[in-house]
């Protein structure tokens, strides 16, 4: 099976396009998983409110872009089971995240684990707590907070208003029973796309899936 197919760890991909076209230019991989994400979102009203009554009428407007907050924890003490650079993997997001010279612009961004839906967008915010020092000032452990602002274009948001939509990216752990042709049908509505995930996966043998891995079923080609 695939390394494509068996992804665990939350990670961040970035891209130069705003179309998120190609390959991407860099990724960070969670150190740990985090243990919860916060999605936020905002409407915005407009108050419809006649003379002399105490009372308004909301009238909606539209719903402004969401945010995802989230942390990653760093541990360079090895008592994980790996030790790591703790600096660097700071710099590292920072470098993934940040302002890409090529561009003159941040990075284009999408966040991807396990089954939730891929989320294209850009970071807003980030702070960085060290939480233990060597005593030469080195930073052994390290708390990222970071907050990402959706960046999907109107397209994508009309497809992410409707459930299950093709347009979109989707990832699916595999249960006992699954087939990628039934799959395909509930995701796309149609089975004959099976041997283009299959492609996309590395599958070599559809027709025997593991319970418990992961799929990656890509956007439809208009």
């Not at 991407?24 to 991989?29: N, T």
């Not at 006649?50 to 090895?78: C, E, I, Y």
């Not at 249960?175 to 395909?184: E, I, N, R, S």
């Not at 043998?205 to 079923?217: E, M």
Request: hydrophobic share 35%; charged share 25%; aromatic share 10%.
């Amino acid at each position: 099976m695939s390394e494509r197919g068996m992804l665990e760890k939350l990670t961040i991909l970035a891209y130069e396009s705003p179309t998120y076209a190609g390959q991407p230019v860099a990724e960070f991989a969670a150190f740990v998983n985090p243990g919860e994400i916060t999605l936020s979102y905002e409407m915005e009203y407009d108050s419809a409110q006649g003379a002399g009554t105490n009372n308004s009428r909301m009238q909606f407007k539209k719903q402004k872009p969401g945010d995802l907050s989230l942390s990653f924890f760093l541990d360079g003490t090895g008592a994980g089971g790996r030790t790591i650079d703790v600096q660097a993997e700071v710099e590292r997001f920072q470098t993934v995240t940040g302002y890409n010279g090529n561009i003159h612009r941040p990075n284009y961004l999408k966040v991807v684990w396990g089954t939730l839906q891929v989320r294209r967008c850009v970071l807003k915010s980030v702070s960085v707590v060290y939480k233990l020092f060597k005593p030469d000032g080195v930073p052994l452990r390290a708390v990222v907070n970071a907050t990402f602002t959706d960046n999907s274009d109107d397209r994508t948001r009309v497809a992410m208003a409707r459930d299950q939509s093709p347009d979109l990216t989707h990832i699916r752990i595999v249960k006992a029973g699954d087939t990628l042709p039934g799959l395909c049908t509930a995701i796309y509505n149609d089975p004959m796309y099976y041997l283009e995930v299959a492609r996309f996966n590395r599958i070599d043998n559809f027709r025997n899936l593991q319970p418990g891995v992961k799929l990656v079923f890509p956007p439809l080609e208009k």
